[in-house]
């Protein structure tokens, strides 16, 4: 019995402090900074065309938008990864944004838009937001680009408002396939993921080290929503067998493949190449760019090929 009563006491300690070390990795770290200083920091990660900032209001929440470069080419919304926002695809950005308009979106849950809320499934809420900036903004027919979890709500948005897009790049994306890495499994846990970026792993996705150009602009404006963060998105995408129903792109997919562009590193752990190439087998339309040596972050590691990339697909 004592032994038991122990057991249960470390037990309960260990929930206790597991509890404490969420909470902790949850709670704001720069609770007051203004968004125009978030700005400014995004501003200063640019090369190119400076970046025009950008509000709408929706049902949903408030989305920030980064506005750039001009051209007589469809507009390309962009869309960046779990736990970034577009100002850390500065490089590649400013390669799109050299002969085209480039609109690119905070999702909710990133950047300077409103914290991602309530516990359902997110894709009805990302998708309903990026179709108010293209519609209000009377941008549609528009070129869609997406990174990963970007790439998710980018393909929802084509399936479910295909009239609104021109053309489609998934970067690496989430939902292609069914199945997902069995580390992905630790995020039905809540706030593992928060624990995770706070240590270590979400430092390198969000860059929270800073630069030669100051302070990563997507982990201040992250530390300003942390305990709304899209972190918190993924115990809603996944079971403990793969993904939701909801979160997978094919077959629905399949229907526009001959609008689909998937760009994907031969080395990517995050979301592995191998099993979406044997789905990607029932779609011949579709188009796969496979990167030799590139993993999950190929925007980061090559923006210029990349960049190239998806201008001869978009431009074809």
Known sequence: ?????????????????YAAAVAGARRPRRAGLSEASVEAAMDRQFQGTAPRHRYLGSA????????????????????????GCPAAYH????????????VAVDRFGTGLSTGLRGQGHPRNSWVGQVEAVVTS???APVDLVGHS???????????????????????????????????????????????AAALAWGRHLTGAAEGPAGPDPCQLAADRWWGDSD?????????????????????????????????????DRQVPLQAAQRELLSYPA???EVLPGAGHLVPFERPGEVAQAIRGWLDA
Do not use: K, Y
């Open 1 to 17: 019995m004592n032994r038991s009563l122990r057991a249960g006491a470390g037990a309960g300690l260990l929930a206790l402090a």
């Open 60 to 83: 949903g929440g408030r989305t920030h938008l980064i506005d750039m470069g001009a051209g007589p080419r469809a507009t390309l919304v962009f869309l960046s990864g779990m736990g």
């Open 91 to 102: 490089d590649l950005l400013d390669e799109l944004s050299r002969d085209r308009r480039v």
């Open 137 to 139: 903004l009377g941008l």
């Open 149 to 195: 979890l970007g790439g998710f709500v980018a393909g929802a948005l084509a399936v479910e408002r295909p009239e609104l897009v021109r053309r489609v790049v998934l970067l690496s994306p989430v939902g292609v396939v069914r199945d997902h890495p069995w580390s992905w499994t630790p995020a039905l846990l809540p706030g593992a993921l928060h624990l």
């Open 231 to 267: 972190l918190n998105s993924i115990a809603r995408l996944i079971g403990p067998r793969g993904f939701r129903q909801e979160t997978l792109l094919l077959p629905e997919l399949g229907l526009l493949q001959d609008r689909i562009c998937l760009i994907w590193g031969d080395r």
């Open 286 to 288: 579709l188009h796969l």
